[in-house]
């Protein structure tokens, strides 16, 4: 099973400032098969990046991701009002397709 | 659009049995992967089953192995989750969600539902 491990677990921002996320995997991650989420309160998660650098659709292109192996990241250029929320990772090579335990982005 | 709605979810003591299900609406079902994902109050998201488009492929984390089944009824859009000999940390609102393949190549989960709550106490 690949453990994924994300840092920081919280990151307290304005704002308009950059937020960079770290996503480390316990074994590399084949074909880059790394994905990220984000989830608000109440809601379901919705998918922000695949294939590591891949924006889904719709997805602003504020939102980055990159790496590959086993260190990813997930950059938010200018963070807005609607930015501020939990961010997870997925890695989903094979099962079990396992998730990072999460960072939230929160306002300072 | 898009629609993922489960249902199910329950409050049940210790040892019960429960069965989720989650109809999908508004994609070809029958071409999508899904999935269960739970989420404890206040904790991370748990990746829990997963079924293929062909159903004898069929994927469980291991605290759900063997009291867990995943199955789906492609006639009537529909992905379920058996549980039996339910436990307190199976307490959770469990999301289905659905991903795509073609090419070679399959993407992550694309399509979610909304969630249902299971909680296990006496």
């Known amino acids: 099973e690949i453990v994924l491990t994300q840092s920081p677990g919280t990151l307290s921002l304005s704002p308009g400032e950059r937020a960079t996320l770290s996503c480390r995997a316990s074994q590399s991650v084949s074909s880059n098969y790394l994905a990220w989420y984000q989830q608000k309160p109440g809601q379901a998660p919705r998918l922000l990046i695949y294939?590591?650098?891949s924006r889904a659709t719709g997805i602003p292109d504020r939102f980055s991701g990159s790496g590959s192996g086993a260190d990813f990241t997930l950059t938010i250029t200018r963070l807005e009002p609607e930015d501020f929320a939990v961010y997870y990772c997925?890695?989903?090579?094979?099962?079990?397709?396992?998730f990072g335990q999460g960072t939230k982005v929160e306002i300072k | 659009e898009v629609q993922l709605l489960e249902s199910g979810g329950d409050l049940v003591q210790p040892g019960a049995s429960l069965t989720l299900s989650c109809e999908a609406s508004?994609?070809?079902?029958?071409?999508?992967?899904m999935h269960w994902v739970r989420q404890a109050p206040g904790k991370g998201l748990e990746w829990v089953s997963a079924?293929?488009?062909?159903?004898?492929?069929?994927y469980y984390t291991g605290s759900v192995e063997g009291r867990f089944t995943i199955s789906r009824d492609n006639s009537k859009n529909t992905l379920y989750l058996q549980m039996n000999t339910l436990r307190a940390d199976d307490t959770a609102v469990y999301f289905c969600?659905?991903?795509?393949?073609?090419?070679?190549?399959?993407?992550?989960?694309?399509?979610w539902g909304q969630g249902t709550l299971v909680t296990v106490s006496s």
């Open positions: 997925q890695q989903y090579v094979n099962g079990p397709w396992t």
């Open positions: 969600a659905g991903r795509y393949c073609s090419g070679g190549y399959c993407y992550p989960l694309d399509y």
């Open positions: 079924i293929g488009v062909d159903v004898s492929r069929r």
């Open positions: 294939g590591a650098s």
């Open positions: 508004g994609f070809a079902f029958s071409t999508y992967d």
